[in-house]
């Protein structure tokens, strides 16, 4: 069973960054993909950003495409989400996940994970 664990989240002024990070741990296999995920109050799960690990594709949900940027420190077992030019728009729990199962599709739709860490509040003022 993969553990993972997020920080990073915040509250920060529209304009200003965030970096969450995403470490990941208990199990001897890397994940194959991790995708980072927020939430709003009341809806379900939205996929932001999705990095699979070993040959690096990522893919973005259209409303944070160029201003987000997903990354990995394999030494760290750390998957990073940069988060750029912020808006309130963004303010939400975001959430970190991982798959060992070697998806090659969908990898920004929640059914997809059976690993999620806890959550990190991420708030956006205008």
């Known amino acids: 069973q993969v553990r993972l664990v997020e920080s990073g989240g915040g509250s920060v002024q529209a304009g200003e960054s965030l970096r969450l990070s995403c470490t990941f741990s208990?199990?001897?296999?890397?994940?194959?993909?991790m995708a980072w995920f927020r939430q709003y109050p009341g809806k379900e799960r939205e996929g932001v950003a999705s990095?699979?690990?070993?040959?690096?594709?990522?893919y973005y949900h259209a409303s944070v495409e160029g201003r987000f940027k997903i990354s990995q420190d394999k030494a760290e077992k750390t998957v990073f989400l940069q988060m750029n030019s912020l808006t309130p728009e963004d303010t939400a729990m975001y959430f970190c996940?991982?798959?060992?199962?070697?998806?090659?599709?969908?990898?920004?739709?929640?059914?997809?994970?059976?690993?999620w860490g806890q959550g990190t509040q991420v708030t956006v003022s205008s």
């Open positions: 996940a991982a798959t060992s199962r070697r998806i090659t599709y969908g990898s920004l739709y929640a059914d997809m994970y059976s690993n």
């Open positions: 208990g199990s001897t296999d890397t994940p194959w993909c």
């Open positions: 990095l699979y690990l070993q040959d690096g594709e990522n």
